[in-house]
């Protein structure tokens, strides 16, 4: 597994952020971006999000707790050979979990190869 110490992996996640375009960020609302060392069900996913898509936001109401985009820290290292990869693939994760915040179904996500 490649060994990326917390606090650096949690910067190329942000950098992850600064290189997505503006257009896809603007409309992010009540979202927060974590990084935690695995999932609760011990599943090899590289990320989630848990909140209500834009779709879902009519009933969508003041006081909500933020959505949250989650990446997994292990998981990620585990799936990469070398930063390189690595950073790639945080950003292909962002991208993914950022459109299902949009509505966007696992099905189309994957036929525009964002994961």
């Known amino acids: 597994m490649l060994d990326v110490p917390p ?3 949690e910067a190329l996640v942000a950098e992850g952020l600064d290189s997505l ?3 896809m960020m603007e409309r992010l609302d009540n979202v927060i971006f974590l990084v935690e060392d695995e999932p609760e069900d011990g599943s090899a996913i ?6 209500f898509s834009l779709a879902e936001r009519e009933a969508y109401g003041f006081g909500e707790e933020p959505d949250r985009i989650i990446l997994f820290r292990n998981n990620l290292l585990a799936h990469c050979e070398d930063r390189e990869t690595l950073v ?5 994760t962002l991208v993914h979990e950022i459109a299902h915040f949009y509505g966007i179904s696992e099905e189309r996500i994957h036929e525009l190869g964002w994961g």
Do not use: A, K
């Not at 590289?46 to 909140?51: D, I, P, T």
């Not at 790639?88 to 292909?92: L, N, T």
């Open 88 to 92: 790639s693939e945080i950003r292909i």
């Open 21 to 23: 375009h503006d257009d």
């Open 7 to 9: 606090e650096e992996f």
């Open 46 to 51: 590289l990320g989630s999000y848990e909140g």
